[in-house]
């Protein structure tokens, strides 16, 4: 038998190797799952793997790779991110020899020719849009992590690959565990033809769900002798009423002074009193009871660099002499290249001291090299203790024994929201080392707020499912134009998973538009109108009825309005109340006499803090409060007032009382506006005229026959309401697409060539087919409108740097005005670009087309300066455009660079200007210096 290279022979197909000379090479024994894909993937089948992180997908990915090594042709292994493409590089380099493995990421071009080529899910786009000659030859390409394509940013990217590459590639796709495989599958299917779908929910190493009280562990569930789940754990649920008693208790004995508002109750019933476990308590714990290492799951990169500071301060320390030793050759061998200067700018010190005792902190806000050196340690067994953000769940071969959650809300940009069951579990299926752990732990530290049974909820659930994110951009649709034209193009949009699940959406409300028709047929007939037969008009009732209709909406919307002013007069005199004002309040329980004793903070919510006759003590809102009313006196009050004490509250009812005694109060119920009768609507009038003089309206048993009408009327708008989700659902990529045309058309990146020649792309058309930005039409209307010529090479990395920079925070774009910018060309330059982003987006809401994300200049000082000098302490200061002493974290300022770096790229090679390219060459070398350059991956 011939052999195939991986074997040491030479690369020729043999038809003898597969599958069993495959599981030759391994140290393990296949499971079922991945021995069901395989033999599929052998069969020439594309396949789609669904299993549980940690559960060994990746052995599928590999065996396309000893598949198209054997055949001597060639495997391409996408992933969703950088630092997946080099962990997966250097596995495969470990197996098949670095000579046969290339990586290609946009950073890094290692060995692009090679049979098997690692590579981040936007660099084959491109490829494929390129036409790329490394695409011959190519027979397998491994998706990894591909429900990524949920990802609302980069999800299309997916999609887009799925449905480009030629039919006799065979997709293997790797998927975390989703609900809806089958339909994912069912669209793979459609568009790449026999696609075996394997779905696995079994972990192979089992998860036990644990919260901790205090410093206790409890079991979440109760189990019976065979192992079975049942309800939670009565030992957990009996502890926790121990506590909540005891806390409530404590929380009645009296407050030393100095205190402030600590013993205020919580939300949910929780009091003040409690007091979390200390992160070094957390982390002794599990020690104690074996459950390390661990990751610790933090929703903040601030929280988690302050967990480990948490630690140092304590006398903790999770490794021996020998381990501290490895571990410091570890961080020499990786962080040797970086300059002296700079590591005391970076925490250098500190975090060394955290490794060296088995702690860290893992985030994007952390330099690379930092980063990488932390998942080596741990993944050697040597950093026990891991504080990490959301990201890590993300792919990042990383697993631990235990998961520890601190708490199961997390900010998504704009608002604190719960943990979805999916996170939960994306989250915790990180415990649990294959090979290594008998079990795996989840932990989920209890406070008052928590009770048992949501955790349970969560850790039940299993619904996680895919939506797709796919939306035509104008880099996309100008390279559909240029490679296949608008019909065939529809068709490809036609096909895609977000088409797909549309489309699924729509049958069915199709079948309960067919529903509705046959209902309106039957009402029809109770009228003695056959709805179907031409031209027969419409029963005389039925106008009455929609003339009725059409005078409720009038009454409603009338009704809506005048309840809009009295909230917003009511709204205005609560703002206006200030401490001591005496007031009425006439709605609600807490009806009478009331002072304000905190005046309201919130201008939109107003809700002052009062104090009434009856002792009650609380906020009161605009729906307790009358429309326009003034205050009716004002008293004094203590400079301090202890409103949650009884006694306070008795003697300052007592006191409003009597300094009310004298004063006029206001009796009844008056209109809560304190205004007139609003004015008569002349429209309303005329209605109500029109429907007296109908015949409707004389009609003999009318109200029983407007019933039947208000029925068929009902059942109509349903009906509308129906048929128009389906319009918004049918062909939407389609229409999204035409009206991209219609602006790019416009704008002269596409013409109309005539005749049966469809539109074609302009020579400026084809230079934004070259740029793959969140800003592609942007940046492209910047170079052939030639806004960048003449800018140096650092000037023109600030500029750009704005194509590709997002505050964080959620406060939106950093405004041009608040920086600081280095030179009176780079003004120049953004403030024309921001002039030209303008028009863009004024064409985007004339088209109808959602608006591209708007310029960003926060972070332009910054890139210039360390351009410019390489001096990372300046550059970190120049981050700064708040002014409040918060730059950029390193590990941001270096991510932000390689985004400039990647558009600079772009420009050098798109950019019809010969000097902007120069500019644009001579830019990247300035930028890819230092720590932007140190461990690039």
């Not at 930092?370 to 026990?384: D, N, P, S, W, Y």
């Not at 880099?475 to 096909?495: D, K």
Request: hydrophobic letters at 40%; a neutral charge.
């Amino acid at each position: 038998m011939t052999t195939s290279p991986e074997f040491g022979g030479q690369e020729r197909s043999d038809p003898g190797v597969g599958l069993a000379r495959f599981v030759e090479l391994l140290t393990f024994r296949l499971d079922p799952f991945q021995l069901e894909a395989c033999e599929a993937l052998e069969r020439g089948h594309g396949v789609l793997v669904c299993a549980p992180t940690g559960a060994g997908k990746t052995v599928v990915g590999e065996f396309a790779v000893h598949l198209a090594l054997a055949a001597g042709r060639k495997c391409f292994y996408t992933t969703p991110i950088k630092a997946l493409s080099n962990q997966k590089h250097a596995d495969l380099v470990r197996r098949y020899g670095a000579e046969r493995i290339g990586l290609l990421t946009g950073d890094q071009s290692i060995n692009g020719d090679a049979p098997v080529v690692v590579m981040t899910t936007e660099v084959l786009r491109n490829m494929l849009y390129a036409g790329s000659d490394a695409l011959h030859g190519l027979s397998y390409v491994v998706m990894d992590e591909v429900h990524f394509l949920a990802d609302r940013m980069r999800g299309a990217v997916w999609e887009e690959v799925i449905l480009h590459l030629p039919d006799d590639v065979r997709l293997v796709s790797l998927s975390a565990t989703v609900s809806n495989a089958e339909e994912f599958g069912g669209w793979m299917q459609t568009v790449r033809g026999d696609t075996t779908v394997v779905v696995d929910e079994h972990r192979p190493v089992p998860l036990w769900q644990h919260m901790l009280v205090g410093k206790r562990l409890f079991d979440l569930f109760d189990y019976d002798s065979q192992g079975r789940q049942h309800l939670v754990d009565p030992d957990l649920t009996r502890h926790i009423a121990h506590r909540r008693e005891a806390d409530r208790l404590a929380d009645g004995q009296p407050r030393h002074r100095g205190r402030g508002r600590s013993d205020e109750r919580r939300p949910g019933g929780g009091p003040g009193l409690h007091r979390p476990p200390s992160r070094p308590d957390v982390i002794a714990t599990l020690d104690r009871e074996g459950l390390l290492p661990a990751i610790t799951f933090i929703f903040s990169r601030a929280g988690c660099d302050g967990a480990v500071k948490q630690c140092l301060r304590s006398p903790l320390r999770l490794t021996n002499d020998e381990e501290r030793a490895r571990i410091a050759e570890v961080i020499d061998r990786r962080c040797g290249d970086l300059a002296d200067a700079d590591l005391a700018v970076l925490d250098y010190y500190e975090w060394r001291e955290g490794l060296l005792r088995g702690l860290a902190a893992h985030h994007a806000g952390m330099l690379p090299v930092f980063r990488h050196t932390v998942e080596e340690l741990f993944t050697a067994g040597l950093v026990k203790a891991v504080f990490a953000t959301e990201t890590l769940a993300l792919g990042i071969n990383m697993p631990a024994r235990t998961v520890v959650l601190e708490k199961l809300v997390k900010f998504n940009g704009e608002q604190h929201m719960p943990l979805t069951p999916g996170e939960y579990t994306q989250l915790t299926g990180r415990a649990g080392r294959r090979g290594i752990d008998v079990e795996g732990h989840a932990v989920v530290v209890w406070h008052p707020d928590l009770e048992p049974a949501e955790v349970a909820g969560l850790a039940s659930t299993r619904t996680f499912p895919l939506k797709s994110s796919f939306a035509p951009s104008y880099n996309m649709t100008i390279n559909l134009v240029n490679q296949m034209g608008p019909e065939q193009a529809h068709r490809l949009l036609e096909r895609s998973f977000a088409q797909y699940q549309a489309d699924r959406s729509v049958v069915g409300l199709v079948r309960g538009i067919e529903r509705g028709e046959k209902m309106l047929d039957e009402i029809a007939a109770e009228m003695g109108w056959d709805r179907r037969a031409e031209p027969v008009p419409e029963p005389a009732i039925l106008d009455y009825v929609r003339l009725r209709a059409k005078i409720s909406e009038r009454e409603r919307a009338q009704s809506r309005a005048s309840r809009l002013q009295r909230r917003q007069a009511a709204s205005d005199a609560l703002s206006s109340l200030r401490r001591g004002d005496i007031i009425t309040i006439t709605q609600g329980r807490h009806g009478g006499l009331a002072v304000v004793l905190e005046a309201a903070n919130d201008g939109d919510d107003p809700r002052p803090l009062v104090l009434t006759e009856n002792r009650w003590a609380g906020r009161i809102s605009s729906a307790d409060y009358p429309g326009a009313a003034a205050p009716i006196g004002s008293m004094s009050l203590p400079k301090r007032v202890e409103h949650r004490q009884p006694r306070v509250r008795r003697d300052l009812a007592s006191a409003l009382r009597s300094a009310a005694a004298g004063l006029v109060v206001p009796s009844g119920r008056k209109r809560r506006d304190g205004g007139d009768e609003p004015g008569i609507d002349p429209e309303l009038t005329s209605l109500r005229d029109e429907m007296r003089r109908h015949p409707g309206h004389r009609a003999a048993d009318r109200e029983a026959k407007v019933r039947v009408g208000e029925r068929y009327l009902r059942v109509e708008r349903d009906n509308e309401a129906i048929r128009k989700k389906v319009g918004a659902a049918t062909n939407s990529l389609a229409r999204t697409f035409d009206r991209i045309v219609g602006l790019l058309t416009e704008r002269g990146f596409i013409e109309d060539s005539g005749g049966d020649g469809g539109p074609r792309v302009t020579p400026d058309g084809r230079l934004l087919a070259r740029i793959y930005s969140e800003c592609d039409l942007l940046v492209a209307e910047c170079l052939r409108n030639g806004i960048w010529k003449g800018l140096q090479p650092a000037e023109l990395a600030a500029v750009l740097s704005a194509m590709v920079f997002e505050s964080r925070g959620g406060d939106g774009p950093t405004p041009l005005h608040a920086v600081d910018m280095p030179t009176a060309g780079v003004r120049r330059a953004l403030a024309e670009t921001r002039r030209l982003a303008g028009q863009l987006r004024a064409d985007e809401n004339r088209h109808r087309i959602s608006p591209s994300r708007e310029p960003d200049e926060g972070f332009g000082a910054a890139v210039y300066r360390w351009a410019t000098t390489g001096d990372l302490a300046a550059a970190l200061a120049a981050s700064d455009v708040a002014g409040n002493g918060t730059p950029l974290p390193a590990g941001d300022f270096v991510r932000w660079c390689r985004q400039v770096l990647d558009l600079l790229d772009q420009v050098r090679n798109a950019g019809p200007d010969p000097a902007l390219r120069s500019a644009a060459k001579r830019a990247i070398d300035d930028v890819r210096r230092g720590v932007v350059a140190v461990d690039s991956g």
